[in-house]
């Protein structure tokens, strides 16, 4: 059975960036870093790739985002609520591979209490 996992919300405004900054906590691995608050709109959880210069010219950039965006919209999908998420790549984020950025993903969403530790279930997954 395949499942069909839609595309995740976006976080655009610079007011929204500056709340989660300020008032989210951060998790970090070795990476990444991620930042999550609580969200800005009910009922939705946004996220923001960051991927700074430091990592390289911009299909590497690119090619780092993709990667990241795919493996959040298998992991989170639209499955949990009301969390915003800023997912900020660190230097040498780009020799990870998918499969490297997925699973410290998942692990930094684990430690943020998005999902669970197994990655297999989810807290909200009782909602829908």
Not at 74 to 81: E, Q, S
Request: hydrophobic share 40%; glycine share 8%; proline share 3%.
């Amino acid at each position: 059975m395949v499942r069909v996992v839609s595309k995740l919300p976006t976080i655009r405004l610079q007011k929204d960036f500056r709340r989660i900054f300020a008032n989210g906590r951060r998790f970090g691995s070795r990476h990444l870093t991620a930042i999550v608050a609580a969200a800005g709109e009910t009922g939705v959880t946004r996220m923001a790739f960051v991927v700074s210069k430091k990592l390289g010219g911009a299909v590497r950039r690119n090619r780092v985002r993709r990667r990241l965006r795919e493996a959040a919209r298998h992991l989170i999908g639209d499955r949990c609520h009301d969390r915003d998420i800023i997912v900020i790549a660190k230097p040498g984020a780009e020799e990870a591979g998918y499969w490297g950025l997925h699973e410290q993903l998942a692990e930094l969403l684990a430690k943020a209490g998005v999902l669970e530790p197994d990655n297999n279930k989810h807290p909200c997954s009782h909602e829908r």
